[in-house]
């Protein structure tokens, strides 16, 4: 295996020029950067994202330097305009995408200009990897500012394997169909193999979008894209453990002396307001941390537990986050008047209620921060993982401490001992902040040993390697799919075969493969181009063209009337040979539609969008253009209904392409197509696309060279993608006799 590239839109450092012309580098605040960082010190990875700074703001002198300082750290830089952060960054990714993925739809705005930038710089990451891939690397794509990325790289390096995570949540699709620009982006993020998610509900909601908008079929957790499987699954991020427990106990063993303001404050609180509880926020500040609703909380706990006043303070670090977006800039308006407003209605000579820190601190600062805090509370409105509550518990070397969390932290899923509230039920915070300052310490240590546990062991190392095994896999996957793809140098060895052959037989499907499916079968009739085509075929010399079909005889002899080719017709209960008329094959009865139709008709009320197509001998429900998932829960429902209905009474229900079709048993594709190889033929050849295909498949000879349209399950030989193929190879068919 090669190396691993890492791309995120922000690299783990932030490049800024000092009023001197000086380079600074400090790292980058967040979770992806903060957690990723340790999976890339560890191992074999280069980094590719950008510094945080706009290319015109570094001086040509210091360019050279910038990027040694950058390299130092095995990053590449990717370089953005301040066109390009105004409209792709502050724009798409945080005006549109950010806001409406964490359910704030009254926050979300819909640029065309923005979506286009977007698209543009998800080209400008996409060339600056595929610059420095090898086949053998592994891409691994980070985050909702890269999620056309995946697609952009497979279309420039086709077998390339690529892994892509969402650090934020994934909406329900009811929220993310409002996205004018849906389709665009689920196949941006489907161009990777392994999808990954913090919470098993992202995963379901993506894989619930990726079904009702694109339409495609989902299997347990993957979907197939063209010849491709694409797999999802859920991994939620650990944190470095290692790394937090021991600063702490560094920490422990020697407090520094350092003369920091926040170093200040902690000592303040330690040796003068002694018997005073503290209670820890820390975010970034940003509308979805909740943090002004926690400013109210809090302010309401003292009112209504006015013991408390003087016996608690909230310690709170806010830290600068995308400051251009005019929302953040009226939540920063807001939480200092609230802040204002509580210090100065509670506050007393020996007392300020709240501390408030806008600014980013140093790793060490965060640990005493951590060790200091009796009780952490993090009440976001929505947030995909939430690292800092991972790591206050990390830090709590004696297991003491309580951590408040919200349940609409990613994190919530996994720290059940937490103390888990509702972020929109004041009632229930104020009175879980009791809770948490009055909980015995015997019942903290029990909580904390707990959740360290799970900490400790699912770390991020962990889940890196997770997620890369994961990724590995979906390799072995693309080999367990049987057939093979029909290549060209596979297409030659056919092809000289045709050539060869003295009597050919040519059996094709029509549905979904010389036709592309749309809503109304009706109107699926072949095209002038495949008219020709398939005449052209029949008039070969010694070649015998078989259509066959499910549909009825009426709709096919219409459609291909004076087309030199045979038709078989309702799965081979009818035969039209060459210029003649239709014959019936088998001696069949339908007296059993009349006590199905109304069964069918039932699920017809209560199915919008299905209906039933009625043939000599057999019924079909369609569900194609009925709600996908509503459609596949009938569907099965009433198959089980049919099969129970129709036992002894020598009937099958078979499952179509979005079609259930109630048939006579002893009828079916590759029985019907045998009876025509009563002949000798020395080249026998089957395509299709579904379940009924299957049967020319298992049932016509071994020599015969069968061909499945699209990557699912099958007993084919090869495999095609899609229609356009199968004509393609149709037409060389036709060109290699002429
Ligand atoms: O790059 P910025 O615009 O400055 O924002 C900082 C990062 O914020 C987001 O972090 C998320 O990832 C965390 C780790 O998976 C997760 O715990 C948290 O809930 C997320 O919000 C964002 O996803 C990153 O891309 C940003 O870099
Ligand atoms: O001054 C600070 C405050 C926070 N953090 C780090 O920023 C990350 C925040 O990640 P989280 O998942 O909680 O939220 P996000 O900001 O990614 O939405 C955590 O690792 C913190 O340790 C930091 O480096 N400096
Ligand atoms: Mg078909």
Redesign the pocket.
Known sequence: MGKTIII???LPLQINISENNKVEVTP????????LKSFHQEGDSIWIGWT?IAEEDIPAELEDEVEAEVKKQRCVPVSLTSEEIEKF?YGF??RTI?PLFHYFMEYTEFHNEHWEAYKQVNEKYAEAVVERLNDDDVVWV????LLLLPDYIRRKKPKVTIGF?N??PFPSSEVFRTLPWREEVLKGMLGADLIGF?TYDYERHFLRSVNRILRLDINFNSVNVGNRVVRSDSFP?GIDYKKFRKAAKDHKAQPRSENSDIQKKLDYHKYVTRNTKLILSID?L?Y?KGIANRIRAFGYFLEKYPEYQEKVRLIMLAVP??TNVPQYQLLKKEIDELVGRINGKFATINWTPIWYFYRSMPFDNLIDLYTSSNVALIT?TR?????VAKEYIATRTDQTGVLILSEM???AHELNEALIINPNNFEQIVDTIKLALEMPEEEQIRRNKLLQKRLKRYNVEKWAKDFMKSLDNTKDSKKAFKAIELTENIKKDLFDKYSAAQRRILFLDYDGTLRKFVDKPEEAMPDPDLIQLISRLGEQKNTRVVLISGRDKETLGTWWKNVPVELIAEHGVWNRPVREEWQLTENLNNSWMTSVRPVLETYVDRTPGTFIEEKNYSLAWHYRKANPELGDVRANELSAVLKDMISNHGLSVLQGNKVLEIKNSGVNKGKAANKLLVEKYDFIFAIGDDWTDEFLFTELPDQTVTVKVGMNKTEAKYFVDNVDEVRELIDQFVSLTR
């Open positions: 995120s839109n922000r980058s605040v967040g979770g992806l950067a903060t957690g945080g960054y990714s945080n950010w980070h985050d909702y500012q995570f650090h934020i913090h991020m970034r940003d979805t986050s995308r976001p947030d995909g993982m939430n690292l932290a990613g994190a």
